[in-house]
């Protein structure tokens, strides 16, 4: 997958999991749970809304690679 | 006859506002359904019927805002309270009850003539039970339900399933259980009631079952495809709850501040809180979550949250004294054991809504209902049982990053338990000095209640259940 799909995918869960951060103008170095606050709950469903949307499996494993959103993007990308 | 009241949703709540009718005049209800949604400063609270029967009259316009324990509805009980027959005879259906005594025709207040002219109901019709055989509200009302329990259309009343039918779903005539509520999502969203899987009570089609299925369209036999495809934006917009005005989440955070500064004031004011504060291994419990999770799909994982509800539960079901409600002087231990779940809103604030049961719940159910909880928590949609039910409130901060977290009591409970971080820690033990993950629980508890003494074997109950992961 590109990483053009893969931001795409990424901001629209986003936006799902949390509808106030303004992902027109997201700092893709932002940290999920710090910055975006998300909590894990949130952080379950980004990852099951972007496995939804793309296929791509986030195991538990791999979380320590994905606490940005551009470390998200990357990782989707790379998998997808 | 019943009157359907504005509920007292929470120890803080004096009024609330209508907000919508889930139902109309002449609606069938049964005792859990949804009337009403109500908005109190928290969130708009779904309301269920407490009685079953006819709704004869809504007291109250969407809008209105009104004292607890104000009636909002008139809801009668249909004559026939037994299993009620398929099609009674249509011809004259009110006249059949009402004779049976030669009635001298009782006198007739002018509001119950206005009722029984607005129901309906010929008043020459109908016995009087009040003095001299004078009619009341009541007769009325029965009459009507008698009217409407034989008049209506099979579809628009349900008396059928009534009867103990344990089929699923689709009913005979094709009717589907459902709520007024699912309903009508479902014909917002354009979705076919039938074809939803119910998982509600004898399989009846709740809310979330309708917003489920319109989210995940059947994509499931086509998932791998989509790999290839761009991604379809379409997944994310459409079932996300519509978000308010800027004005009016402004305003809402400001009333949920207020309430809860009140609450939380007379909290501090009228319980005498104590406090404890105990580190907990979580080395066997992460692992075991790990693992378990290694093997499943996202949508099946736990987080660490669900295992420390669970044993905070079975360790309340083991010292009551933490359990329960404080009311009129006394302490009232419950034996179901209600968690309350602190959840944090996003635009600022917090509401505790309860996970009933929790220490009956598998912990697959456990963790599937925090999430759904917390999904309508922050969407704005609880229900009445939720907010008021809870018997012991959980606050886990750990996501926040803070060690530790000492709660204020939410009245009329009795105690609280705080979760910090999960962190890893050097752990001394049998001599020897290793790393191990753990967190540190605390309880907040009433000193009219209990003791440290009790608090704290709480607090190390709690421990010992998270060291036999596999037993929650």
């Given amino acids: 997958m590109t990483e053009q799909e893969a931001r795409a995918a990424v901001y629209a869960a986003i936006h799902l999991v949390a509808p ?61 | 006859m019943g009157e359907f009241l504005m509920p007292a949703l ?30 109190t400063e928290k969130a708009d609270i779904e309301v269920e019927s407490f009685e079953e029967g006819v709704v004869a009259e809504l007291l109250v316009e969407v809008g ?65 039970t009040g003095k001299h055989g004078a009619l009341t509200r009541a007769d009325v009302e029965q009459a009507a339900a008698a009217l409407s329990a034989a008049a209506q259309p099979p579809d628009r009343h349900p008396p059928a399933t009534r009867t103990p039918v344990p089929t699923a779903a689709p009913s005979a005539g094709g009717r589907v259980r459902s709520s007024p509520r699912a309903r009508r999502v479902a014909e917002n969203l354009g979705v076919d009631l039938a074809a939803v899987p119910g998982t509600g009570t004898e399989g009846a089609v709740t809310e979330a079952d309708v917003r489920r299925f319109a989210a995940a369209p059947p994509a499931r036999e086509t998932a791998p495809e989509t790999v290839a495809e761009p991604v379809s934006p379409p997944t994310a917009a459409p079932t996300a709850a519509p978000v308010a005005a800027p004005t009016d989440a402004a ?13 939380m004031g007379r909290s501090k004011k009228t319980i005498p809180h104590y406090y404890l504060s105990t580190t907990l291994d979580l080395r066997a419990a992460l692992a075991w979550m790990e693992l378990r999770n290694t093997a499943r799909p996202v949508a099946e994982r736990l987080v660490p949250t669900a295992l420390l509800l669970k044993a905070t539960a079975l360790a309340a079901r083991d010292v009551p004294e933490v359990n329960g409600f404080f009311t009129e002087g006394s302490f009232q231990p419950s034996t179901a054991v209600h968690l309350g779940v602190a959840v944090a809103l996003r635009q600022g604030g917090l509401v505790a809504p309860a996970l009933h049961d929790a220490d009956t719940l598998p912990l697959e159910a456990v963790m599937s209902q925090l999430r759904d909880l917390v999904s309508r928590a922050r969407g704005g949609r609880l229900q009445r049982a939720e907010m008021a039910d809870p018997t012991l409130t959980v606050t886990n901060l750990g996501d926040l990053g803070v060690e530790s977290v000492f709660g204020v009591i939410y009245p009329p409970q009795v105690a609280l338990v705080g979760f910090g971080r999960v962190r890893e820690e050097p752990w001394a033990r049998n001599g020897l000095l290793g790393v191990r993950p753990a967190i540190t629980a605390t309880l907040s508890a009433d000193h009219r209640v209990s003791d440290g003494l009790r608090g704290g074997r709480f607090l190390a109950r709690i421990d010992e259940l998270l060291q036999k992961p596999e037993e929650l």
Wanted: proline content about 9%; hydrophobic content about 40%.
């Fill in chain 1, 20 to 80: 106030d951060v303004d992902t027109d103008d997201l700092d893709e170095g932002a940290r999920l749970r710090q910055d975006l606050e998300l909590d894990s709950l949130d952080f379950l469903r980004l990852i099951e809304t972007i496995h939804e949307a793309t296929g791509v499996d986030t195991p538990e494993r791999d979380y320590a690679a994905v606490t940005t959103v551009s470390g998200l993007i990357a990782y989707i990308a790379g998998n997808g």
């Fill in chain 2, 10 to 39: 929470g120890a803080d709540m004096e009024q609330g506002r209508v907000v919508e009718w889930l139902v109309k005049p002449g609606d069938y209800v049964h005792r859990g359904d949804m009337v009403a949604v109500v908005d």
């Fill in chain 2, 64 to 128: 209105a805002t009104v004292p607890v324990g104000a009636p909002l509805a008139r809801i009668t009980q249909t004559p026939a309270a037994g299993p009620e027959p398929a099609a009674p005879a249509p011809a004259e259906p009110a006249p059949a009850i009402a004779r049976e005594a030669p009635a001298p025709p009782g006198f007739v207040s002018p509001p119950v003539r206005q009722l029984a002219h607005r129901l309906g109901v010929d008043t020459d019709t109908v016995r009087g």
């Fill in chain 2, 251 to 263: 305003e809402r955070a400001a009333g949920l501040r207020r309430a809860i500064g009140s609450l």
